[in-house]
């Protein structure tokens, strides 16, 4: 069963820092994208970085503010949040594009989601 979780939400202050992890396991052949999307009640779910090989991509909101990077040797996926704001409060959701079966198959799988609450 392959599978992404999440860990490392909590409760911070505004201006805080947190890091989020996310691992992914099972029958690995190669992860390909990995990347952080986040949904705040009652809004859609967003994306806020992503990562691919080498590029990385973030939503104008985290730019400068959060880092995203990866352990291909883990197949984990890391993003490091700082400068947090209120509006950074939200579920977050990791994604993964994970190819099995020497490489045949691409499966995409979310995490269950860590919530991330910053208090003004």
């Known amino acids: 069963q392959v599978q992404v979780v999440e860990s490392g939400g909590g409760l911070v202050q505004a201006g805080g820092s947190l890091r989020l992890s996310c691992a992914a396991s099972?029958?690995?052949?190669?992860?390909?994208?990995m990347g952080w999307y986040r949904q705040a009640p009652g809004k859609q779910r967003e994306l806020v970085a992503t990562?691919?090989?080498?590029?990385?991509n973030y939503a104008d909101s985290v730019k400068g503010r959060f880092t995203i990077s990866r352990d291909n040797a883990k197949n984990m996926v890391y993003l490091q949040m700082s400068s947090l704001k209120p509006e950074d409060t939200a579920v977050y959701y990791c994604?993964?594009?994970?190819?099995?079966?020497?490489?045949?198959?691409?499966?995409?799988?979310w995490g269950q989601g860590t919530q991330v609450t910053v208090s003004s």
């Open positions: 099972g029958s690995i052949f190669r992860v390909d994208a």
């Open positions: 994604n993964a594009d994970i190819r099995i079966a020497s490489g045949r198959t691409l499966l995409q799988r």
């Open positions: 990562i691919t090989g080498g590029s990385t």
